[in-house]
């Protein structure tokens, strides 16, 4: 099992971005799919998450209105389109495939990463 983000890169405050995920070794339409990020310093948080369908979205409350989640299970790919980008954006974001518990989106297979920085 392998998924590869990228997309990365520096971007102005104001900005936008697309993060790609392409999975491979197993299929995103079976999985409920998501994105993570980790900031210097800081712990990782949750983003995004996607139901392995595509129907049902929800997102963190620091990126809902400027993040938009989606998958192309035909492609075995998914995205984060980042909108009205912040300083407090910058970040390592990471994709990931798993599953949901107790309504919570758990990864259990990740990405390696890919890196956000957003200039003032």
């Known amino acids: 099992v392998q998924l590869v983000e990228s997309g990365g890169g520096l971007a102005q405050a104001g900005g936008s971005l697309r993060l790609s995920c392409a999975a491979s070794?197993?299929?995103?339409?079976?999985?409920?799919a998501g994105w993570f990020r980790q900031a210097p310093g800081k712990e990782r948080e949750f983003v995004a998450d996607?139901?392995?369908?595509?129907?049902?979205?929800y997102y963190a409350d620091s990126v809902k209105e400027r993040f938009t989640i989606s998958k192309d299970n035909a492609k075995n790919m998914m995205y984060l389109q980042m909108d009205s980008l912040k300083p407090e954006d910058t970040a390592v974001y990471y994709c990931?495939?798993?599953?949901?518990?107790?309504?919570?989106?758990?990864?259990?297979?990740w990405g390696q990463g890919t890196l956000v920085t957003v200039s003032s």
């Open positions: 990931a495939a798993g599953n949901y518990i107790r309504g919570r989106f758990i990864g259990e297979f």
């Open positions: 070794g197993l299929a995103l339409s079976a999985y409920p």
């Open positions: 996607i139901s392995y369908t595509g129907s049902s979205t």
